[in-house]
Nanobody, 126 residues
Framework: QVQLVESGGGLVQAGGSLRLSCGTS????????MGWFRQAPGKEREFVASISRNGGSTTYADSVKGRFAISRDNAKDTLYLQMTSLKPEDTAVYYC???????????????????WGKGTLVTVSS
């Protein structure tokens, strides 16, 4: 059974930084692309960033490009999201996610992923 567990969320002031982690288990981590999504209060879940199996290719939502960096450590079965220059509009629950199939290179849409973590809350104060 695939399990994803996010950590690293918290309260930060605007302009600050946070690093989220997502530990995984249940299958070979390096065989699958990974992604981060977020859901703000009263809004739909949205794509944030994705990374290919070997980490060589990444994709970002326009709203976070240049501020966030997704990475992975395949030796540790862990996905990361380094967030800098945080804004109040980045406040959301952040989820890591992954598709069931190895053929999806960049899970940039929630419909492309099958496994989700429970999320970690990031709150950015102004």
């Amino acid at each position: 059974q695939v399990q994803l567990v996010e950590s690293g969320g918290g309260l930060v002031q605007a302009g600050g930084s946070l690093r989220l982690s997502c530990g995984t288990s249940g299958r070979t981590f390096s065989d699958y692309a990974m992604g981060w999504f977020r859901q703000a209060p009263g809004k739909e879940r949205e794509f944030v960033a994705s990374i290919s199996r070997n980490g060589g290719s990444t994709t970002y939502a326009d709203s976070v490009k240049g501020r966030f960096a997704i990475s992975r450590d395949n030796a540790k079965d862990t996905l990361y999201l380094q967030m800098t220059s945080l804004k109040p509009e980045d406040t959301a629950v952040y989820y890591c996610a992954t598709p069931r199939t190895r053929f999806i290179q960049q899970p940039t849409d929630a419909r492309l992923v099958d496994y989700w973590g429970k999320g970690t809350l990031v709150t950015v104060s102004s």
